[in-house]
């Protein structure tokens, strides 16, 4: 399957094309102008993938939790895309993405706690658990919250890992949760690339979804109060 990649939930502005086993990838990180930045790395995969947008087989994006204005962003543009091309439209947990970076990255590793920098002292946090060919499953709802909240299941697989800026935000968790992890990557955020690999499983197991049902998902209500990158 070909299919086109697009994250801008947090500082990190990515895009991929998955095309068979071959990937595609540009990736930066700017605290502003996401939406100039993004269209450009759109353009440079499909180019370098000898791509048009109408030979894909789908678009899939970021859906969050993250920045109000980014996750709005990437759910806005995989919209418009997929509208004009008649393509489906894969929606992708961003903290399930970054899970799935470090299952990728480490071949013995069983489960991941991810913790992303939601500001005003929240994170928003998941774990998930190496499922069947290596693809990261959750084990509950993802949840925005404190710090302090932040805690794994009982039943969790080992040996576990974490990732996500919200380490590097609120060091307090690493010192609360750091006996428990093998590894803590606490400046990775979510990437296209690994939102592809994801949306290529869904897409497979017959779970994309038209333009208009694709929607963003921040978890938190106070989207008003979240600081805008663009």
Known sequence: MKLLALDTATEA???????????????????RGHSEQILILIDAVLAEAGLRLRELDAVAFGRGPGAFTGVRLAASIAQGLAFGADLPVIPVSDLRALAQRLIDAEGALQGTLVCNDARMHEVYWAC??????GIA???????????????LPEEVATPLAGAGRGFRAYPELQHRLGHSLVRVEADWLPRATEVARLAAVEHAAGRSVAAEEALPVYLRNEVARTPSRD
């Open 128 to 133: 998930f658990r190496r499922g069947a060919e």
């Open 13 to 31: 502005c990515s895009a991929a094309v998955l095309a068979g086993d071959a990937l595609v990838s540009r990736y930066i990180e700017t605290e």
């Open 137 to 151: 499953e959750p084990y509950a709802d993802e949840r925005v919250g404190s710090p302090d909240g932040v805690q």
